[in-house]
């Protein structure tokens, strides 16, 4: 683990590539920001926003434009990507990683890249650029230039994407267990989470998608070497798993009519139960009512039998009452 001070603020990490010798060096924590640039070489700089000064420190690095600079120092929180001057800049949709593990929660990744460097910033740790980072440490030699690392991060994320759709793939299949289960059990709960995080995800994926072919149409003259066959490539990952996606935004909706289908079966079961026990109960009610009134001359009430032949009374209501709902099929 690199202990030394940190010389650039904001420093995450650095990386400079030479094409020619097919090797990537990252830079320690002393490095300077005259060590990001060397002959024939360009570099990946990865900050983080919660330094105030990334702001200052960018309006010293060569070759940024005034709009690359907002894009790597803004907070929106929506996906965008610009291609203008051969340049290219914006903002990507990522998911957040803990020190302990890897979460569904978005964050984002702002960039800017040209042909001579690609510098990346962020406010919370984020998966694929983690994964990107150690796929550089395995196989320095296969970038040789900064798009391929820009298509590297795109990658990442749609492998990020095919994690999380098997993992919520699984949670469904979890759901759908109990939810065509015999015993009756209200999921609605449990599938909240799921259909929250596969419509978030189907909307900005849908985002990147159309910023990705509009950045493919622009003149080869305004675009970086090499991103239009990136772009190609990319957006036909992405149009994969957004596919999936949708495929599980499709299930989770019905899984959520069903469970709205039982639980009205289930209300329906206990409001005709309720009809039925007051359909036998109201002629009992009319008979303790009738000798419950303050007048003169009641049925039964001279004679030492008078209170059995009023629960005969009540036990031949219900059974009249029973009677007749079976006779209009109601039972």
């Not at 990252?26 to 105030?52: E, P």
């Not at 990442?156 to 059990?185: M, S």
């Not at 359909?279 to 059995?308: C, H, I, K, S």
Request: proline share 4%; hydrophobic share 45%; with cysteine.
């Amino acid at each position: 683990m690199d202990t030394l001070p940190v010389n650039i603020p904001g420093f995450v990490w650095a990386y400079r590539f030479s094409p020619d010798e097919k090797t990537a060096v990252r830079l320690n924590n002393s490095a300077t920001v005259a060590d990001l640039t060397a002959d024939n070489c360009f570099y990946w700089l990865h900050l983080n926003l919660v330094d105030a000064r990334v702001p200052a420190l960018l309006e010293t690095l060569t070759g940024l434009t005034e709009d690359a600079k907002s894009a790597l120092t803004t907070r929106d929180t929506h996906a965008t990507i610009t291609v203008d001057e051969q340049m290219l800049y914006g903002t990507l949709i990522d998911c957040q990683r803990d020190f302990a593990e890897d979460t569904n929660n978005l964050g984002w990744l702002h960039f800017a890249m040209s042909d001579r460097f690609i510098i990346t910033t962020r406010l919370q740790p984020l998966r694929s650029v983690e994964r990107a980072r150690a796929l550089i440490e395995k196989n320095p030699g296969k970038f040789s230039r900064p798009v391929d690392l820009f298509e590297l991060l795109v990658i990442e994320f749609q492998r990020t994407l095919i994690a999380i759709v098997i993992e919520l793939t699984d949670e469904l299949n979890l759901i759908e267990d109990f939810v065509y289960d015999n015993a009756p059990r209200d999921e609605r709960r449990r599938l909240a989470p799921v259909r929250r995080t596969v419509v978030r995800l189907h909307r900005h994926l849908r985002t990147v998608l159309a910023l990705m072919r509009r950045a493919a149409a622009t003149d080869e003259d305004e675009m970086p070497f090499g991103f239009d066959d990136v772009a190609r490539r990319l957006t036909s990952r992405l149009e994969t798993v957004d596919h999936d996606i949708y495929a599980l935004q499709d299930r989770a909706r019905l899984l959520h009519e069903e469970i709205d289908s039982k639980q009205s079966s289930e209300t329906n079961r206990h409001l005709y139960l309720l009809s039925i026990m007051t359909a036998f109960l109201l002629p009992p009610t009319l008979v303790t009512g009738f000798f419950g009134m303050n007048t003169a001359n009641l049925p039964f009430a001279v004679g030492d039998y008078g209170t059995e032949y009023a629960v005969a009374l009540i036990v031949a209501s219900i059974a009249f009452a029973w009677w007749l709902l079976r006779r209009v099929d109601i039972l």
